[in-house]
């Protein structure tokens, strides 16, 4: 468990918005309070009053408030480097939810575009001893584009079957990281590619999608869908090939 232990308010500040923003859980005490049972990891200041009362299993990590990153990575590595495996957790999609724990803890979430998943799935685990990577089998073509550009990491395809929760209101957003986070926990079949191909249907998708991102000047041939669907091309690569060909 992180605790953010601190009398700086602009440190506190700053550690915990970071902290929220790699959806990481924490709490917070008033330094000189009894830290809680389960804390691996104290976040705060040198000039904090912390009492670890002798516990040798507890890291203390001093913070700036004016460059809090530093810290932030040191508290993650710290938790990473227990006896709990690594995992991260995909829900694909155009923009993925990725979710990184340790054990049963969640140390990080990321929602990015899938051209950006693979960079920050290898960034996650790099440096971990024997990480494992899930990935749910829906969004089949982003699925297969993640998995076929990681290398060096174990890899399980996950039935994603019933991963996604009920959202509530005021937790619109969340259900990618929800979903990642359940599929983390769920043991699959390893594999190392994945070949799809694409249906009639999907690549008229993506013909649609690049007429819309072309303000609906023009629309993509089958043929360069093809490569977007299986990742050889993005659709702005696409676009462009296309403005090339119909020049040429």
Known sequence: MIVVATNDFRLYHEAVNALRDRGVSFTTVTPGETLPKGTTVVLTAETDPIDINGQTDIEQVYADPDDIRPAIEDVLTILRTGDDRLIVGVDPGPRPGIVVMS???????????????????????????????????????????????????????????????????GARGAGDILAATN??????????????????????????????????????????????????????EALSEHENQRGS
């Open 183 to 236: 599929i983390a926990q769920i043991e699959g079949e390893q594999i190392t590619t994945r070949v799809i191909e694409p249906t009639a249907g999907e690549l008229q998708r993506i013909q649609n999608e690049s007429r819309v991102r072309s303000g609906g000047d023009r629309t993509i041939s089958a043929s360069l869908a093809h490569d977007v669907a299986v990742g050889a091309l993005t659709i702005e």
């Open 103 to 169: 054990g049963d803890t969640v140390v990080a979430a990321f929602q990015v575009p899938v051209t950006e998943a693979v960079s920050v799935i290898a960034r996650e685990v790099a440096d971990t001893e024997n990480p494992l990577v899930r990935i749910g089998d829906g969004a089949r073509l982003h699925g297969a584009r993640i998995i076929n550009e990681l290398t060096d990491v174990t890899i399980e395809l996950v039935d994603e079957t019933g991963t996604t929760p009920y959202l509530g209101a």
